[in-house]
């Protein structure tokens, strides 16, 4: 099979979805792989680097699609690219499309197979695709929280950690799923206050044994109110896997935080779980509403390219060595993720 790896466009997006050791693999597979000309380059991979992987290099993006039978990428198509998607494709990259306004039915039109990886499940009923990337922006999310507290950015001008004689922030997350694990360990380690909210009882059971300064407790609007309208931090990291995020933070509330408090949103790929939240680029990566500073960046782990390129070129091989072969029809696994199919949705 074809294997196209085209150059990510969307803004600020420097990942690559396959190494090229990765793509050394395919091709030793009898695999042809081509790649486009500095795809890889913003990850700290050079087009020599795929050449000697055994890959082909083609300069423009046109000629990824039009070569390749399977196109592994990263973030969701950008308009840009919708012409180019054509019937005889298997799209296989982060596609959320419960978010990506008008993809979903250019990719109905195309006729193009889509395959989620954040949909594609394990045997343990987990999201092996999407877990290392949310992992990523859990822990960058609480990085950009702690930094948007300062004056400087908007915040109340608060230490996340405090000091001896001070407290440190006061912490929300919403939702203790893989991304909001790696925000509250990560903020636990810092000294935060950290209130965890879920609807599971063994992860808030896993959450409060964190530490001392883990705070548990269900998921109801009320608890969520009294938590958020509290906080100098709130995370937003709930995910319902193929749909939308359900919006569980009312405006209102957010006009009731502390003036430069600060939200990050990571389910702002499935649409955000706060409803002041509109999606942002690492251009333009913040804006005040209601007096609080949000950070919705849809491609947060797009900040540290090397290290979540390696992870997700690692934990997609798999995937793409079965697509490649003609086997993903008969992996349940890889039939999850399917969106697209014939023109219908899956």
């Not at 081509?34 to 991979?45: E, K, R, T, W």
């Not at 890959?55 to 990428?73: G, M």
């Not at 009923?125 to 930094?147: D, F, N, R, T």
């Not at 407790?217 to 995020?245: F, H, K, M, Y």
Request: with cysteine; charged share 20%; hydrophobic share 45%.
């Amino acid at each position: 099979m074809i294997i196209g790896i085209p150059k990510e466009v969307k803004i600020a997006e420097s990942r690559v979805a396959l190494l090229p050791s990765a793509c050394a693999q395919l091709v030793a597979a009898g695999h042809e792989v081509i790649v486009q000309h500095n795809a890889g380059i913003l990850s700290g991979y050079s087009d020599d680097e795929f050449i000697t992987a055994g890959c082909t290099i083609k300069n423009a993006i046109a000629d990824i699609y039009e070569s390749a039978e399977l196109v592994v990428k990263v973030k969701e198509p950008q308009p840009e690219e919708y012409d180019l998607i054509q019937s005889k494709h298997v799209l296989f990259g982060y596609l959320h499309l419960a978010a990506a306004g008008d993809l979903e039915q250019v990719l109905l039109d195309s006729g193009a197979v889509a395959i989620a990886f954040e949909d594609v499940t394990d045997a343990a009923g987990g999201l092996p695709l999407l877990k290392p990337m949310s992992v990523i922006a859990g822990k960058l999310a609480a990085q950009y929280a702690s930094v948007l507290l300062h004056k400087n950015n908007g915040g109340r001008g608060i230490l996340i950690d405090g000091m001896d004689t001070v407290e440190g922030a006061v912490v929300t997350v919403l939702g203790y799923g893989s991304a909001g694990e790696a925000a509250a360990t990560y903020l636990e380690r810092l000294g935060a206050k950290i209130t965890v909210i879920d609807k599971v009882k063994d992860k808030l059971e896993q959450a409060k044994a964190l530490g001392e300064l883990v705070a548990a407790v269900e998921a109801t609007a009320d608890n969520i109110e009294q938590a958020v309208c509290a906080s100098d931090v709130v995370i937003g990291a709930v995910l319902v896997p193929g749909a939308r995020a359900p919006v569980i933070v009312k405006k209102a509330w957010v006009a009731s935080m502390p003036k430069g408090a600060v939200i990050v949103d990571i389910a702002v790929d499935q649409g955000g779980c706060i409803e002041t939240t509109k999606a942002t680029t690492y251009d333009e990566p913040t804006y005040i509403a209601e007096g609080v500073v949000h950070f919705a960046v849809q491609n947060i782990p797009a900040a540290v390219p090397r290290t979540a390129s390696q992870v997700l070129s690692h934990a997609v091989l798999p995937s793409v060595i079965k697509i490649a072969d003609s086997k993903w029809q008969y992996d349940k696994h890889l039939v999850a993720g399917l969106c697209i199919q014939d023109g219908e949705r899956k």
